[in-house]
C-alpha cells in the first residue's frame, strides 16, 4: 500500500525520533530515513509504525509512543496497545473457565500445553525455554530458526465452547512483542501485521543485501531488482528483490513483505530492522546473484524484466495448480534457466 507524505514531522520532538530510530539496528537504513525526514519530511505514522513492528517489549513501546508529540501519535495504536498489556491480568476480562493455551514452535515440532492463568503460561514458557538453552550449542542452534511462541486466550461463550479473543507473540523471556485480536465482528481488530514494514530503503539495483530475521529465519543474501519508492511516495511492493530459495533455485518477491523466505507470514521480525549491503564473497546457490547485480548495475532496466518474468512464470503456476495452489511450491528457476532467458554472462 503506498503511503503519500501529506502530513509530516519535520518538527517532531528530537529525542523522540532519537529514540525510536535507534530500534532500527542497520545504521544505513537508520541514516536513510534521518535524511529522508530532512529532505522531504515522513509521514506522520511512520514512527508509529517502526515501534508497533520493533521486536521488543510492548512495555517498551508504549514508553517510545509516549515520547513523541500529541499530535504525532496514533491514539487508536497507543489505547489498544495498553489494553493487550493488560488484558491477561483483568479478572473481569476472564470469566471462569477462560483458558490460555500456550504454542511453542521450532522448525522441527510444536508443543502445546494449557493453563487456567497467563502467568502460568508465561511460567512454564521460560523454564521450558531457559532449560533447551542447556543443550549443546549445536543442537540449540539447529532447533532455533522458525521459531515462536504464542498464548491464545479463550473465553466460554455458549454452553461449552470457547471463543479466542486474542492471542500474544513472546520471546523466550516471556516478553510480550506483538499481539492479535480475533477477528469476530465483536471484537477488537488485529493493529499490526508484524515484520511487514513498508517506509524508504536506501538499497538500489544491482545491490546484494544481507538480511536477518532471527530468530524466525536464517539469514540470507539477496539481490534488489528495484526500488520504485520517491521522495513523496512510498510502497510496501516498491522494491523487489531475486534470491535462492530452501531448494536452491532462484525467484523473486517483494523485499518489504520478507517474500524471500519460504514462509513469511510466519516471520516477524522485518528484513529492514538489520538489512545492510553485503560486501563478501557470494557461494554455492547464491552465486550466480552477484552476476545478475553486475548486469542490473551496467542495465538497471534488467531488474524490472526479470521480476515481470518471474511473476508470469508465478501467475500461470497458480492458475494451472487451481485450488490447490501454494505459494511455496513453486520450485524457482535454475541459474541456466535464467541465464539463458536473459542472456546474462559473468565478466
Known sequence: MKTKSTTTVKNINN??????????????????LLEWTKQCGSPADVYTEIITHAPVPL??????????????????VYE?????????????KNPVGTEFRLYMYDQYCEEFEHFSTFDEAVEYLKQARASE?????????SHLYGRANIIEKWTPRRAQDLELIVYWLLDDAGEILYYEFSDEPTHRKPF??????????????????????????????????????????????????????????????????N??????????????????????????????????GTCIKENPKLGREIFVYVSQHKLSFAIASG????????????????QRSFNLISK
Open 192 to 257: 499490526v501485521i508484524p515484520g511487514r514494514l513498508s517506509y524508504t530503503v536506501p538499497f538500489q539495483p544491482g545491490d546484494i543485501i544481507a538480511t536477518d530475521c532471527s530468530p524466525f529465519a536464517e539469514e540470507k543474501n539477496v539481490l534488489i531488482l528495484e526500488n520504485n519508492d520517491t521522495l513523496d511516495s512510498v510502497d510496501g511492493q516498491g522494491v523487489t528483490c531475486l534470491y535462492t530459495n530452501d531448494d536452491g533455485k532462484i525467484d523473486a518477491g517483494y523485499f518489504k513483505l
Open 15 to 32: 529525542r523522540g525520533v532519537e529514540e525510536v530510530l535507534k530500534l532500527i539496528q542497520s545504521e544505513e537504513v537508520r541514516e536513510h
Open 133 to 141: 538453552t542447556s543443550i549443546t550449542p549445536e543442537v540449540h542452534q
Open 59 to 76: 512495555e517498551e513501546k508504549l514508553a517510545l509512543l509516549a515520547l513523541l508529540p500529541e499530535q504525532h501519535r496514533n491514539h487508536d
Open 323 to 338: 485450488d490447490n495452489y501454494k505459494a511455496e511450491d513453486f520450485s524457482g528457476f535454475s541459474w541456466k534457466a535464467l
Open 80 to 92: 489498544i496497545m495498553q489494553y493487550s498489556l493488560c488484558d491477561e491480568g483483568e479478572g473481569l
Open 259 to 292: 517474500e524471500f523466505l519460504r514462509y513469511p507470514r510466519h516471520t516477524y521480525v522485518s528484513a529492514l530492522h538489520r538489512a545492510k549491503l553485503f560486501n563478501g564473497e557470494l557461494t554455492g546457490a547464491e552465486a550466480p546473484l552477484g552476476i545478475i
